[in-house]
């Protein structure tokens, strides 16, 4: 089992334990209360061999995760017990999605 600390934003925090396989992942939805995601932690680890910069790695699937809710096609195979974070990395893994950089087209 894994221990993280979490922070929320009213200044809250919590001990948290969860199994190996999984890595906690926070989305903030309109309303204040957080809503708890969990990520498989091997996916979490294929794609940070990917993307280095880690603040960016966490936009990159937040912003994929609003799409894939909203409605917006997922770019891989939809596979039984991923979620919608599990499928934004996947998309980053197998190359579907890249980071755009400033002048890149």
């Keep these: 089992m894994r221990q993280y600390w979490l922070q929320f934003r009213k200044g809250k925090s919590r001990n948290i334990t969860v199994a190996p396989h999984l890595t906690p992942f926070i989305l903030y939805p309109p309303?204040?209360?957080?809503?708890?995601y969990f990520m498989r932690a091997d996916l979490v680890e294929q794609a940070a061999l990917i993307v280095k910069d880690h603040p960016i790695l966490i936009n990159m699937v937040s912003k994929r995760v609003r799409q894939i809710v909203a409605g917006h096609a997922v770019l891989v195979e939809r596979r039984p017990g991923l979620r919608e974070a599990d499928l934004a990395l996947l998309e980053i893994i197998q190359g579907k999605i890249t980071i755009a950089t400033p002048g890149q087209h």
């Design 31 to 36: 309303n204040p209360s957080p809503k708890f």
